[in-house]
């Protein structure tokens, strides 16, 4: 399919608009901004800019679906049933939503379709099953006399859901759906780069039937939507995912009414290459772990430590990876690898390379934009980094690699460097050596650890960060009660 052959789906036919309680409306005060394409630097469509007085309406709306219970108290089976649907309604329309986020995100058309569009359908049927099987359970209580003691799982209230803009459709279903399964109604708000997928299902929510009020989207700017919503009194939970300095940001706010607050953030996330990994795929991995989505991946493998007696293969192999990829618009049949969000995040990755080269490092492929309208950056392999260089230290969020060596460092050394950073979101091993593929595993301070394998995201494992990588997993039994209050009923039977 060319960009000619593609019908332009409906929902850039007309500025975009915000659903609040089941209506579809503009920002009361008109504020609006260019949505923009960045393949190509044009303007899409214009999106309202909500504030403090839609996140109100909002949460109000929330308030009522979920205190008179249209969701709260429908039954479990029902609301399994509902999202089971919705998930069902992604695919049906996986071809047009592959299309708006491509066109949004600048992402190979390809991989929209086949990995952001059938992952949120995916997600949504993992978790519509939690609504039924969600359940506390009886305790054996030492209290004198005769009780029945047990917990009861109830969903948290209204919860405030802010998602980031390197994945937006999946992202906004990974927050709903364990959110709804729990019971919960919610107030979405998307990147304000990035709102078309998520009106978008905004749309198919309510054509499937959704009460009105469960699940609202407000679109706009961090500091003014954002922040209202975590700022309202009326919101019992926020789940964040995005930066960690915005992270941070947060907390004080949520503190007011003391909210729940779960929050993704960043990575600097370690791959160590050992000298008896099979190296062929080791280095298909790594160069997909953070070339692909252009290197907005917050698990994305931007760390390589490689060891010494196998680095110049290694490197070199990347080196031919990271010139091979096509740099493209997303919708280019060929497009590997497409721009980053925006011209400032371009500039942001340059700035980082630029840094790098200042501080010593070497630039052995990429490190260059790339001609044209669109903001495309060369995939880039970065050597001779060391520990205390910015392009080490800090996310760079693109597509850029620092390599470091090791020789045959005791493995609590190695570890140690890679746990030298504030984060600690993921991590990969390669080695045929089991021994040090599970000595590496303990010692590695990380959320998630892969062995010999590219990338393993799957619903059933809990996915989430130590250290400055966050608060909370999401996916698994636990994304699901992240979304719950645990109450303890004790019934004295004398
Ligand atoms: P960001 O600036 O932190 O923004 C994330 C979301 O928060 C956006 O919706 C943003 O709105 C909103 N926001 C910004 N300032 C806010 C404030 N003061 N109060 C409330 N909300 C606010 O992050 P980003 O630049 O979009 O995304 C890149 C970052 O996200 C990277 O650091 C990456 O590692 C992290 N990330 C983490 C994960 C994970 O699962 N751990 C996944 C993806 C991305 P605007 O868009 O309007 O600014
Ligand atoms: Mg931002």
């Avoid at 969000?341 to 390379?353: H, K, W």
Wanted: charged fraction near 20%; hydrophobic fraction near 45%.
């Amino acid at each position: 399919m060319t960009s000619l052959e593609m019908k332009m789906p409906a929902l850039l036919s007309q500025p975009l608009k915000m659903l609040i309680d089941g209506e579809w409306v503009s920002s009361q005060s008109g504020a609006h901004m260019d949505v923009i394409n960045p393949s190509n630097g044009l303007v899409l469509v214009q999106e309202s800019l909500g504030g403090a007085y839609e996140v109100d309406l909002a949460v109000q709306a929330a308030r009522r679906a979920f205190e008179s219970g249209p969701w709260s108290r429908m039954r479990p089976a029902e609301r399994t049933r509902l999202l089971l649907k919705l998930a069902e309604a992604l695919e049906q329309n996986g071809d047009e939503l592959a299309l708006l986020e491509t066109l949004n995100t600048g992402k190979p058309l390809k991989m929209a379709r086949a990995f952001d569009i059938s992952m949120a359908a995916e997600c949504l049927r993992y978790n519509a099953g939690w609504a039924t099987k969600l359940s506390g359970e009886t305790r054996n209580v030492s209290l004198p006399g005769d009780w029945h003691a047990y917990t009861l799982r109830e969903p948290v209230g209204v919860v405030g859901l802010i998602v980031p803009w390197n994945v937006p459709l999946a992202m906004a279903v990974s927050k709903i759906s364990p959110a709804l399964a729990a019971g919960c109604t919610v107030l979405l708000k998307p990147a304000e780069l990035t709102p078309l997928t998520a009106l978008r299902l905004g749309e198919l929510i309510q054509a499937i039937g959704f009460p009105p009020g469960v699940v609202n989207i407000v679109t706009g700017l961090g500091h003014e939507a954002g922040q209202a919503i975590v700022d309202h009194p009326g919101v019992d939970k926020i789940s964040f995912t995005g930066s960690t300095s915005v992270g941070k940001s947060l907390l004080a706010l949520a503190a007011g009414n003391l909210k729940r607050v779960s929050l993704e953030l960043g990575g600097k996330s370690p791959v160590f290459i050992f000298a008896d990994a099979d190296l062929d795929r080791a280095m298909d991995a790594a160069a997909r772990g953070i070339f692909g989505n252009t290197g907005q991946v917050c698990a994305a493998g931007s760390r390589l430590f490689v060891h010494r007696s196998v680095a110049d293969r290694v490197i070199e192999g990347l080196v031919q990876r990271a010139r091979s990829l096509r740099v493209a618009p997303g919708l280019s049949p060929d497009c590997e690898i497409g721009p980053v969000i925006s011209a400032r995040q371009r500039e942001r990755v340059m700035g980082y390379i630029d840094s790098g080269r200042a501080e010593g490092a070497e630039v052995v492929a990429g490190g260059q934009t790339v001609q044209g309208d669109g903001f495309f950056v060369q995939p880039t392999v970065l050597v001779n980094t060391r520990p205390d260089m910015k392009v080490v230290r800090e996310e760079i969020f693109g597509p850029v690699l620092s390599t470091q060596l090791f020789d045959d460092d005791s493995l609590e050394q190695l570890a140690a460097r890679g746990n030298d950073t504030h984060y600690g979101l993921s991590s990969s091993i390669w080695t045929r050596d089991l021994r040090t593929a599970h000595q590496m595993v303990r010692r590695l301070r990380a959320g998630n650890v892969r062995v010999n394998a590219a990338a393993a995201l799957d619903f059933a494992m809990p996915f989430g960060g130590y250290k400055q990588s966050g608060w909370g997993r999401e996916n698994g039994r636990e994304g699901v009660e992240a979304y719950t209050e645990l109450k303890s009923v004790a019934i004295d039977l004398n």
